[in-house]
């Protein structure tokens, strides 16, 4: 099962395409600029990375925290 994971409760985001158990790409964006400005190009990154398209993606998880995002 793909899984797109997604932490923007701090300041530092970072996103995470996972195959069960085994992470196949992962982004830590730290650029002092909003999460909703960097955040939808680091994903397209991060599938570009694994090779594979974002309608590929199972499963969607992410934190919930006093994030900006």
Do not use: Q, R, Y
Request: aromatic share 2%; glycine share 4%.
């Amino acid at each position: 099962m793909l899984t797109l994971a997604i932490d923007t409760s701090t300041k530092t985001a970072s996103i995470a395409l996972l195959d069960d158990d085994v992470v196949l790409s992962e982004v830590l964006i730290s650029l002092n600029l909003h999460h909703c400005a960097t955040l939808l190009p680091a994903m397209e990154s991060l599938t570009i990375m694994a090779g594979i398209t974002p309608d590929k993606v199972d499963l969607l998880a992410c934190t919930v925290g006093p994030g900006s995002f």
